[in-house]
Nanobody, 124 residues
């Protein structure tokens, strides 16, 4: 059984920063063998890719909408992946999800494990 438990999020003003965390656990889940990603889903919209990080943390990928403002990182000693969000905009308002995959991919269907989601609301 695999668990991805998210924390962080909340209500902030435009220009503020937030950090999301996602802690992984499970008897059959070896954290450093999975690529980790963050996705988000705004009201009335499809879930979309935000960022991904490789197993070692040496390679990252970002959606154009967040590039230069968000930073994904991971701590393989703690089995945690982070999403540092700076210069937040109202259009960043969404439920954010962490996910684990065996491939370096932006496709939702390639991620078998998902966190519970956490709300981020950015007011103008």
């Amino acid at each position: 059984q695999v668990q991805l438990v998210q924390s962080g999020g909340g209500l902030v003003q435009a220009g503020d920063s937030l950090r999301l965390s996602c802690a992984a656990s499970g008897s059959t889940f070896t954290f450093n063998t999975y690529l980790m990603g963050w996705f988000r889903q705004a009201p009335g919209k499809e879930r979309e890719f935000v960022a991904q990080i490789s197993r070692s943390g040496g390679t990252t990928r970002y959606a154009d909408a967040v590039k230069g403002r968000f930073t994904i990182s991971r701590d393989n000693t703690k089995n945690i992946v982070y999403l540092q969000m700076d210069s937040l905009k109202p259009e960043d308002t969404a439920v954010y999800y962490c996910a684990a995959a065996g491939l370096f991919t932006v496709r939702l269907n390639d991620y078998p494990y998902w966190g519970q989601g956490t709300q981020v609301t950015v007011s103008s």
